[in-house]
């Protein structure tokens, strides 16, 4: 495949993102709204040399996950919200062995099975790690195919780096939307990171273990403040971020991923109609740029909407950011409900109005 700029969607954008930052391993169970995902790996995986299993659960899958991660392979699996569910238990196994991979969250409308709508419902499970234990998960949270296309690629590094699962964070319009993408060249394999840690055999060398059965206590609260300073690294290093129209803005929404998209929509019509809000849209959503949205605050900005496509998750953290002396409104849409950007800009029309009202 070429550099130029291709019409792709979403799910498609990610699988070729993930072979060409060198992951020849992928393992999945068929799921809407991300069943192409998985398609477009069993046809391109064997163009490279690389390794295609349809596990028979999403158990089986995290499992299978973690074995290649072991061994040192660049690995990737996909799913939709009842089925990160179940993977929970080893995404916490890996948590504990510090195993890299990458996972991709095309999310439903929930709780249960739902719809396969676009929905951001959850964020609270990516965010606080998912599963059992004192643990952390890289969340990353694209909202176009390009984007989608380059932190996948980013993501492989950012896992490898840390020792950690990353997530890339979708929906269902994210995954099927088509639009033009340029891909990164083909990342040789000679070129990955080496890693010193990997169970391959003992043959000539001492022998290695990775385990999350640690029965000493001593020893377990050892290990978690490792991986506590780990984590407080990522938070230092990771958090991502997109601003527009900050400059003046007298009102800012937060959103991010297809909300995000919806509300630069919004901010323009809303900025014609002399209504001057900004965007602030979170890329990472673990780390969240908790610093950088609090320095919004400390400069003059007091008024902050958060608008989700869930019940209002994502306005805790904006909360625990800003603190009681901010104005915090939340717009919460969940379901899967679109609203439109016209929709969103009478809501930031009429908060304008009410602040100049006496």
């Not at 400069?299 to 950011?321: I, K």
Request: glycine share 10%; net charge neutral.
């Amino acid at each position: 495949m070429n550099e130029e700029l291709e019409l792709m969607r979403g799910t498609y954008a990610i699988g070729e993102a993930a072979i060409r930052a060198g992951c020849r391993y992928y393992f999945g169970y068929p799921i809407t709204p991300q069943n192409e995902l998985p398609e477009y790996m069993s046809r391109r995986l064997p163009e490279v040399d690389g390794i295609f299993v349809q596990s028979e659960s999403e158990l089986a899958g995290i499992n299978m996950v973690m074995g290649a991660s072991m061994a040192g392979a660049r690995v990737m699996i996909s799913s939709s919200s009842p089925g990160i569910s179940l993977m929970q238990e080893g995404l916490s196994f890996m948590a504990g062995m510090e195993l890299p991979a990458v996972v991709v969250n095309m999310m439903r409308g929930g709780p249960g099975l739902g719809n396969i709508a676009p929905s951001q419902s959850d964020y609270f499970q990516a965010t606080r790690g998912g599963g059992h234990g004192d643990y952390r998960t890289i969340v990353l949270a694209p909202s176009s195919v390009q984007e989608a296309a380059d932190l996948t690629y980013e993501a492989f590094d950012l896992a490898d780096r840390y020792r950690m699962v990353v997530m890339i964070l979708g929906d269902g319009m994210v995954a099927q939307m088509m639009e033009p993408v340029r891909f990164r060249p083909m990342r040789p394999l000679d070129d990955l990171p080496s890693k010193d840690w990997t169970i391959t055999g003992a043959r000539g060398r001492p022998s290695r273990f990775l385990r999350s059965l640690i029965l000493d206590v001593n020893d377990m609260e050892e290990h978690n403040w490792k991986l506590v300073r780990k984590y407080q690294q990522v938070e230092k290093e990771c958090p991502r971020w997109e601003g527009f129209l900050l400059e003046d803005a007298e009102m800012v929404v937060v959103a991010f991923g297809t909300a995000a998209r919806i509300a630069k929509g919004a901010v323009k019509r809303a900025r014609k109609e002399g209504v001057k809000v900004g965007l602030f849209r979170p890329i990472s959503l673990w780390p969240f740029p908790f610093q950088d949205l609090k320095a919004l605050y400390q400069r003059g900005q007091d008024t902050f909407v958060v608008f989700e496509l869930n019940a209002g998750q994502m306005v805790e953290d904006v909360r625990l950011t800003l603190g009681d002396g901010a104005r915090i409104l939340s717009y919460a849409r969940p379901g899967g409900a679109v609203p439109s950007p016209q929709e969103l800009a009478r809501v930031f029309s009429r908060l304008a109005l009410s602040r100049r009202l006496p």
